[in-house]
């Protein structure tokens, strides 16, 4: 199956769009190594850089994962405007179960380029715990991709 191109590299020349489409394959491959722990992984981190980073809009992705924390699948829930972005916690809890999913990673960019989490993105953070909560789904980390920099909240101690 062809992966699919973050929006940012469909502007790209057809090589570089084949380069970009082979990272995301590779980076995506070792996500899905059982024994990789996906929390603490450089490939993470590698990954939504090359999905959000370049994004000229918020977009706020989550990562579904299995009970050994292995990638079962990603969502791209929410598009927003430059800076901001309408998160409904009822359609992250959806895809969730959709997903059949023990655990989540959520991680957004802001196309500023300034990673630092805003008192909105922690406010709803604790939304959507809360509600995942409820469906027994563990929200791991929320990253926020600002350029080449990531935030995690949970190295911050705020999960």
């Known amino acids: 199956m062809e992966q699919q191109l973050p929006l940012f590299a ?18 995506e491959g070792q996500l899905r190594e ?12 590698d990954w939504l850089r090359l999905q959000l980073a370049a994004l000229e809009r918020e977009a706020l992705s989550v990562l579904w994962l299995d009970n050994q924390h292995r990638l079962l699948a990603h969502d791209t829930l929410f598009l927003g ?11 992250v809890v959806k895809s969730g179960l959709k997903n059949n ?44 991709v600002g350029g080449m920099d990531i935030v995690s909240f949970a190295e911050r101690g705020w999960l």
């Open 101 to 144: 999913a023990a655990a989540a990673v959520l991680a957004h960019n802001h196309p500023s380029g300034e990673a630092e989490p805003s008192q909105a993105d922690r406010l709803i953070t604790e939304r959507l715990k809360q509600a995942l909560d409820l469906v027994d789904i563990r929200l791991l980390d929320h990253l926020v």
């Open 81 to 91: 405007t430059i800076n901001s972005i309408t998160v409904h916690p009822r359609e």
């Open 10 to 27: 469909r502007e790209l020349a057809p090589a570089d769009q084949q380069a970009v489409r082979e990272a995301l394959t590779l980076l």
């Open 34 to 45: 059982p024994g990789t722990s996906f929390t603490s992984s450089h490939a993470v981190r």
